[in-house]
């Protein structure tokens, strides 16, 4: 296989021969018994203008052609994400009318967290325009007021604070089906953007809003945005411990409460996952990033305590590894990052009772700590191209059931999750041994396995993708399942089975 030529130097490999070896592990056992309802959104991703950090947006939005890049469309079309955020802290400081109408009159925008010029000519229509490109449902995330922080109300005599009413004027724009304002700017039929967020890390800067006023502000927006469209879903504020007040003041109002996690899975003692060591010990790095999980379920489980008795559906709108680097991580471009991220998102199905939106990685951007798509720039002949995460997730969208189903005796080695569509059941299996394969059988309580799919991606786990390499690595092979058969999951893969179960 190719490999990214600078990328690749002194990329330590695992041998054929350690890949070879195999553990016999006990059986897959599935319950297929409906535990709960699976969100069609815990695959989301999430879209911000970040400036001179990351091209992002400015990259993906081809200036010549005023559309979007070709490429960018096409793999995220392959990516098939079911929804798409648009925001983030630069919220904080968008003007959203701004970004609407003769895209000759827009002004541009000083992006006042992440450094250098927006140029505006991506909006709200551009956005939503994505989003129907590539099926994705539309998640807006309104400026909530600055989140209360001062540093971006007002720059060079520019007010870039936004109240209720104007959050609910963004609603009526792209809902409403007599808005002047967007068939005027040559959107005659209604966006229908049915999910807001408001407010975005309300709760990480002291400078902002404290709980009671956020919580006060947040009934003032839910009830002006649900006046101008009230089949609108809408997402509050409710990280760092105000999940339950949250919803004690505005759950009748909202229908979600947000909450993001950044972390860095390295361990302080034995920092390897930074800058380029990883390459120098890969068992130490594979180590590290298979506990990464534990983390994000530490977090998780934190807001479902915080929210005590109360029952609001979670809504991780931001998930970020933040690993210091030359690049902002490297080590995510790598396998073992990918089986990393399998680990992440199975268990967030596992919380699938209650999360109902889930994201992983940032969108696109040219450099970043996670980004799902990366963009080469100078455009020429250097396409987008899916990273180890987006490959996963991209796996997983789309072999998946609606209902979570129970999964026991999990040989070790493997990670497990289960969900059922009518007679088809889905198995997401990240296998943890790095050197190893194991062989099981998977067993369905009082039924019998007719036949089925599986679809794999092995690798190496120290492979990096690149735009040099990205058709010839990280590609999922799709395999038969005989009936009833034992199955050897190779060594650091990632799998989605899909089985066709009868009654016994």
């Keep these: 296989m190719a490999v990214a030529g600078a990328a690749s130097a002194g990329m330590l490999r695992v041998t054929a021969g350690t890949r070879q070896e195999t553990h016999i592990g006990s059986a897959i056992l599935v319950d297929p018994k409906p535990l709960f309802e ?24 081809d200036h010549v052609r005023d559309d979007w890049r070709e490429d960018v469309v096409a793999i995220t079309r392959e990516l098939a994400p079911p929804m798409m955020r648009w925001g983030g802290i630069f919220s904080d400081f968008y003007r959203w009318r701004e970004g609407v109408g003769p895209r000759s009159t827009r002004p541009p925008l000083l992006n006042l967290l992440w450094g250098g010029i927006e140029s505006n000519q991506v909006g709200t229509g551009e956005f939503v ?23 971006y109300m007002k720059i060079k005599g520019s007010v870039r604070t936004a109240d209720a009413q104007e959050a609910a004027e963004w609603v009526s724009y792209c809902n409403d089906p007599d808005s002047r304002d967007r068939k005027a700017h040559g959107h005659p039929a209604p966006m229908t953007v049915r999910h807001w967020q408001i407010g975005n890390e309300t709760s990480y800067d002291r400078n902002g809003f404290d709980l009671e006023t956020a919580a006060r502000k947040t009934v003032e927006f839910a009830r002006a945005m649900r006046a101008s469209d009230p089949a609108i879903r809408l997402i509050a504020w409710g990280d760092s411990g105000w999940a339950s007040r949250m919803a004690e003041a505005a ?36 180590e590290q990033l298979m506990t990464a999980w534990q983390l994000t379920d530490a977090k998780i489980r934190k807001i479902r305590d915080d929210l005590g008795a ?16 030359r690049d ?44 799902a798509v990366i963009i080469p720039t100078p455009k020429g ?32 080695g493997l990670d497990v999750v289960a969900s059922r569509r009518g007679d088809t059941v889905y198995l ?39 735009y040099l390499n990205d058709a010839d690595v990280m590609t999922s092979q799709e395999k038969p399942f005989a009936r009833d058969a034992a199955w050897d999951f190779p060594a650091a893969s990632v799998s989605a089975l899909e089985l066709q179960i009868g009654s016994n």
């Design 428 to 466: 997401h299996v990240a296998n943890t041994r790095r050197t190893r394969s194991v062989k099981t059988t998977i067993q369905v309580a009082g039924h019998v396995i007719r036949s089925g799919r599986v679809f794999e991606i092995g690798e190496d786990p120290a492979i990096e993708v690149s």
């Design 38 to 61: 699976l969100s069609p959104y815990l695959y989301m991703q999430f879209m911000e203008p970040l400036g001179a950090t990351d091209g992002s947006v400015e990259a993906a939005w």
């Design 310 to 325: 109360r029952t609001i559906p979670l809504a991780m709108t931001e998930c970020h590894f933040v690993i210091p680097g």
């Design 251 to 286: 759950g009748e109002h909202v229908h979600y409460l947000a909450f993001h996690h950044m972390f860095d899975p390295d361990s302080p003692q034995k920092p390897v996952l930074r800058g380029e060591r990883y390459r120098r010990d890969p068992d130490e790095t594979w």
């Design 129 to 151: 325009e994505l989003c129907r490109l590539v099926r994705a449902e539309p998640l807006i995330c309104v400026n909530f007021e600055s989140d209360g922080r001062k540093q």
């Design 328 to 371: 902002r991580g490297d080590v995510l471009a790598s396998w073992a990052a990918g089986v990393s991220y399998a680990r992440i998102l199975n268990n967030h199905q596992r919380h699938g009772d209650v999360l109902k939106i889930a994201t992983a990685a940032d969108f696109c951007g040219t450099r970043w700590q996670n980004n």
């Design 381 to 412: 002949n250097n396409r987008a191209y899916l990273q180890p995460v987006a490959r996963v997730m991209q796996l997983y969208r789309h072999h998946i059931g609606s209902h979570a189903i129970g999964v026991s005796g999990q040989p070790d």
